[in-house]
């Protein structure tokens, strides 16, 4: 399993530093975490990590390459839960990523729903969220088969936490080609689902991984919030069974380490690379 960064170790830096400190701790691969349309203040005076979704798809790819870095994924996280408005990132800028991503040559775009700030999105009922979510995901589904580019939509939150929603989303769109899972153990978890649970029910549809820990006092939030940041602890010292997710989706190519500090990414990686030894297979990977 090649294991990545998220791109967004230090607040109030340009992108071009975050990946230095990401190749300077001994990754090969990172995302492109942060990204918006058109032009935007705090990265032209280099104090927002994000990249354009108008960017020259080359200069993105050759800022990665400057610092050995591999582009795994574009995270083109939606609110797709409130009402479509300039102002909100949506269906727009989802297919304005996938266009991103195919012309980078990156094969995965990281979607999800996001959970609803409106009064008009909170009083969705479950099939009105299901029916508002994948009209959303319809056509940049359509565009992303079109460009050989999967969409990987990630636990999120309060539909996509859930493997009934999650399997509703699917069935709604026919179980499209674009269209295939990212699991985020500290999301699902987070939201009331099992990761093992989950694992085991999307295996074949998973292609990445957000790993994620998260320590015992987000246990009371477990239901009440869908979906974090990134975790303050290192994988295997929080909750999570983060090793049962790792023995079922062992297989995967790619992964992104959501974890809070220098250190406990390092641990991270050191609890990532036991695991892979503990449960080294002589199968081939499905990859």
């Not at 266009?99 to 609803?116: S, W």
Request: with cysteine; glycine share 10%.
């Amino acid at each position: 399993m090649k294991i990545g960064c998220f791109a967004l170790v230090d607040p109030f830096s340009a992108l071009d530093h975050q990946l230095e400190r990401i190749a300077g701790m001994g990754f090969k691969y990172a995302d492109v975490t942060d990204n918006h349309p058109g032009g935007l203040l705090g990265r032209d005076f280099g104090f927002a990590a994000t990249v354009s979704l108008d960017d020259n798809p080359m200069d993105v790819k050759r800022l990665f390459s400057k610092h050995g870095l591999t582009i795994t994924s574009v995270c083109a996280h939606a609110c797709l839960l409130d009402p479509v408005a300039p102002f909100r990132y949506g269906t727009h800028e989802l297919m304005k990523a996938i266009r991103l991503a195919a012309l980078m040559g990156v094969r995965y775009v990281v979607t999800t729903e996001g959970e609803p700030v409106t009064r008009w999105g909170e009083k969705l009922t479950f099939s009105e969220s299901v029916f508002v979510i994948t009209d959303r995901l319809y056509e940049p589904v359509r565009l992303a088969a079109d460009l050989g580019v999967t969409i990987l939509l990630e636990p999120h939150g309060p539909i996509t936490d859930s493997i009934k929603g999650m399997e509703a989303i699917l069935d709604s769109l026919g179980d499209p080609k674009g269209l295939s899972l990212n699991i985020d153990t500290g999301n699902s978890w987070l939201g009331g689902t099992d990761p093992v649970e989950f694992a085991k029910k999307f295996r074949q549809k998973i292609h990445h991984i957000h790993w994620k820990d998260l320590p015992e006092q987000f246990r009371k939030d477990r239901g009440k919030i869908f979906g974090c940041g990134f975790s303050p602890v290192a994988l295997g010292e929080g909750v999570i069974d983060v090793e049962g997710v790792y023995k079922i989706l062992k297989d995967v190519e790619y992964s992104t380490l959501e974890i809070g500090g220098d250190e406990n990414l390092k641990k991270s990686v050191r609890y990532l690379e036991g695991l892979e030894k503990k449960y080294k297979s002589s199968q081939p990977s499905r990859n």
